[in-house]
């Protein structure tokens, strides 16, 4: 399956539309019928009417994020091949972004860190885009822009403003205006969205978005540590992709390595801003997605032993399945 997607070949699209397929059914039984509104955060900070918040379906709700990650994966294909980080053209980012996305139970759910991820996508073009741009202040400022948009939809998205000075850091010679064009971009939306507040006399609701920002560790977690087991193949495939990414750093191109940094700072940013929900949802770990799936993709391309990297991968399906069916 892996040779399958190595090459660049257009229908590769049907391939992944059914594995995806297959990795969403299987879990329609176990789907809960009821479940918490998944815009809930966007509707209180526009503050849209509780009528609106109507419960999907459970079909409905996994046919349209299985929609949003067959597009999503395509998108994430598109742009590591765009800007040529694998060192060529194939269709196992996108392979990886379905794979990774289809882990556990709730990610299978539409949900706010699944749309953020569009928007993760989006900043990752802007930022890949300031190796070669003359004037970046243009492209920050939207950066900005983007970061509050995510942050009206799911609070912890804030945290990835930081991989706007962390990208401006690692592609631009420092120059203060492209830093702090990225803060006007942001301000931008919260200011028309405090205006909003202020003419419904809330600005106290305003300011109360801030506080989880401001709070102590308060996140408890009590989990079956077997309903995990099915990250194990995942960090094998982890560290083999950073020992590959580590033999052949040096011999990639200078924008492939400063992309490679950004993507791991990424991934570790969108994985520890979890702790400022007071309520834990492991689908918050889905902004972690299109790092991983990008070196998920790094490994299986340059890996040598075909029996190898196919039973890895083939474990890693069967596990995915295997624990969609069982919870213990």
């Given at each position: 399956?892996?040779?399958?997607?190595?090459?660049?070949?257009?229908?590769?699209?049907?391939?992944?539309?059914?594995?995806?397929?297959?990795?969403?059914?299987?879990?329609?039984?176990?789907?809960?019928?009821?479940?918490?509104?998944?815009?809930?955060?966007?509707?209180?900070?526009?503050?849209?009417?509780?009528?609106?918040?109507?419960?999907?379906?459970?079909?409905?709700?996994?046919?349209?994020?299985?929609?949003?990650?067959?597009?999503?994966?395509?998108?994430?294909?598109?742009?590591?091949n765009y800007h040529n980080l694998l060192g060529k053209s194939t269709f196992l980012?996108?392979?990886?972004?379905?794979?990774?996305?289809?882990?556990?139970?709730p990610f299978l759910m539409l949900g706010a860190p699944l749309v953020c991820n569009f928007l993760v996508i989006w900043m990752l073009f802007k930022m890949f885009s300031f190796y070669k741009g003359d004037d970046a202040k243009s492209i920050s400022y939207d950066l900005g822009m983007i970061v509050a948009i995510g942050t009206l939809f799911y609070l912890p998205f804030i945290y990835l403003f930081l991989t706007i000075w962390i990208a401006l850091?690692?592609?631009?010679?420092?120059?203060?205006?492209?830093?702090?064009?990225?803060?006007?971009?942001?301000?931008?939306?919260f200011f028309f969205l405090a205006v909003s507040y202020y003419l419904g006399?809330?600005?106290?609701?305003?300011?109360?978005?801030?506080?989880?920002?401001?709070a102590k560790f308060q996140v408890v977690i009590n989990f079956n540590y077997l309903n995990y087991l099915v990250?194990?193949?995942?960090?094998?495939?982890?560290?083999?992709?950073?020992?590959?990414?580590?033999?052949?750093f040096f011999k990639s191109f200078v924008q492939t390595r400063k992309s490679l940094q950004l993507l791991f700072v990424m991934m570790l940013i969108a994985g520890f801003s979890?702790?400022?929900?007071?309520?834990?949802?492991?689908?918050?770990f889905l902004l972690c997605a299109v790092p991983v799936a990008f070196f998920f993709a790094y490994y299986f391309?340059?890996?040598?032993?075909?029996?190898?990297?196919?039973?890895?991968?083939?474990?890693?399906?069967?596990?995915?399945?295997?624990?969609?069916?069982?919870?213990?």
């Open positions: 399956m892996i040779k399958l997607f190595r090459s660049y070949n257009p229908l590769n699209m049907l391939w992944l539309a059914l594995i995806l397929a297959v990795l969403r059914l299987s879990v329609l039984p176990a789907i809960p019928s009821e479940g918490d509104f998944p815009f809930a955060e966007l509707f209180s900070r526009l503050h849209l009417s509780k009528a609106y918040q109507y419960k999907l379906p459970p079909l409905v709700d996994i046919s349209i994020a299985a929609v949003l990650v067959y597009i999503q994966a395509l998108l994430v294909n598109y742009l590591v980012p996108g392979l990886m972004y379905v794979t990774a996305t289809s882990l556990f139970t850091s690692i592609f631009r010679p420092f120059n203060w205006r492209e830093w702090v064009a990225c803060i006007i971009g942001f301000a931008t939306i006399d809330a600005m106290p609701q305003f300011l109360a978005i801030w506080l989880p920002l401001a990250l194990i193949p995942v960090s094998c495939i982890l560290l083999l992709g950073f020992f590959k990414l580590q033999q052949n979890f702790y400022i929900r007071p309520d834990f949802h492991l689908d918050h391309l340059y890996a040598n032993y075909r029996w190898f990297y196919e039973s890895l991968y083939i474990l890693l399906l069967a596990s995915i399945i295997y624990f969609q069916f069982n919870t213990f």
